[in-house]
Nanobody, 123 residues
């Protein structure tokens, strides 16, 4: 049973923007947390940002500061990773993850994972 689904990956040029969505398909409480983890080619999964659906807790990794932010469309059960000024080093498969409690950047705290969406930044 699909619980999360992300999409919106693409091949873009340096300086472009993307806004991949992640949709969750279950009833949630306010502490329900969603996060994005990029996995660059040949590397481990990293962390970009996490947000609780009640908006109380939000955490961005340093690499995301000023370029990546979250936005939510609660009626559509969707969160977006707003990525601006993309650079080649942002190339990765971006995974959306979710859990019923705040886990911040801690991957084991998330028990729901999407299939990933490929973002490629190339000139």
């Amino acid at each position: 049973q699909v619980q999360l689904r992300e999409s919106g990956g693409s091949v873009v040029h340096p300086g472009d923007s993307l806004r991949p969505p992640c949709v969750h398909y279950e009833r949630t409480t306010g502490s329900f947390t969603m996060a994005w983890f990029p996995q660059p080619p040949g590397n481990h999964r990293d962390f970009v940002a996490a947000v609780s659906l009640d908006g109380v807790q939000i955490y961005h990794a340093d690499l995301a500061t000023g370029r990546f932010t979250f936005s939510r469309d609660s009626p559509k059960n969707t969160v977006y990773l707003d990525m601006d000024n993309l650079q080649p080093e942002d190339t990765a498969v971006y995974y959306c993850a979710a859990g019923i409690r705040w886990s911040g950047s801690c991957q084991p705290g998330y028990d729901r994972w999407g299939q990933g969406t490929q973002v490629t930044v190339s000139s």
